[in-house]
């Protein structure tokens, strides 16, 4: 993706791959590098950023409906619940700096979910990261838990992030390796 975009509001974005929070200015012009999952990684002679699916309004109309769209078109969609379902979810869920969902990364270490009383769900949710030194872990995190609390059916969900066993390109499926041209 070589898009060039001018900021039209100033926002916040978070550092890749540090994940400090920084105010990106009005009028900076940015290359996109990455729009998956309802954010966008933007990247200039100062690094990458995110810029998250709430802020995407101060990229201009056009780019922020533009991610929207490609956003809704890949829910967890309809049917009946159960585990196919929160996988669904996950695989919404990218790490900014890779065009691969957390699933098909090889991230996701464990996944369960219990009922309650009241008919819906808790989840939790075991991962890791690509590098122990990543400071977008809470953030990753943070877009797993709110793409799983999303679905109807879940009241809750806790995203652990887990050091064991350490992650290798290995645990990249089929369809990830693809994407990245591995194969």
């Known amino acids: 993706m070589a898009q060039e975009i001018t900021l039209q509001a100033a926002c916040p974005a978070t550092r890749i791959p540090a994940g400090d929070v920084v105010e990106l200015p009005a009028g900076g012009t940015y290359h996109l590098a990455q729009a998956l999952g309802g954010s966008v990684t933007l990247r200039d002679a100062g690094g990458l950023y995110r810029i998250a699916r709430e802020h995407l309004?101060?990229?201009?109309p056009e780019v922020a409906e533009a991610v929207a769209a490609a956003d809704e078109t890949g829910g967890a969609g309809g049917g009946p619940f159960g585990e196919e379902k929160l996988w669904a979810a996950l695989r919404q869920c990218f790490d900014p700096e890779i065009p691969v969902n957390?699933?098909?990364?090889g991230l996701i270490y464990d996944l369960r979910h219990e009922p309650r009383e009241?008919?819906?769900?808790?989840?939790?949710v075991r991962m890791t990261l690509t590098a122990t030194g990543c400071g977008m872990g809470p953030?990753?995190?943070?877009?797993?838990?709110?793409?799983l609390e999303a679905l109807p059916e879940v009241a809750s969900a806790n995203v652990e992030i887990v050091w064991d066993p350490q992650w290798t390109p290995h645990m990249i499926s089929p369809e990830g390796r693809k994407i990245l041209g591995l194969d």
């Open 139 to 147: 953030t990753i995190a943070a877009d797993a838990r709110g793409r």
């Open 57 to 60: 309004a101060a990229l201009g």
């Open 118 to 124: 009241d008919g819906r769900h808790h989840v939790d």
């Open 102 to 105: 957390i699933v098909d990364l």
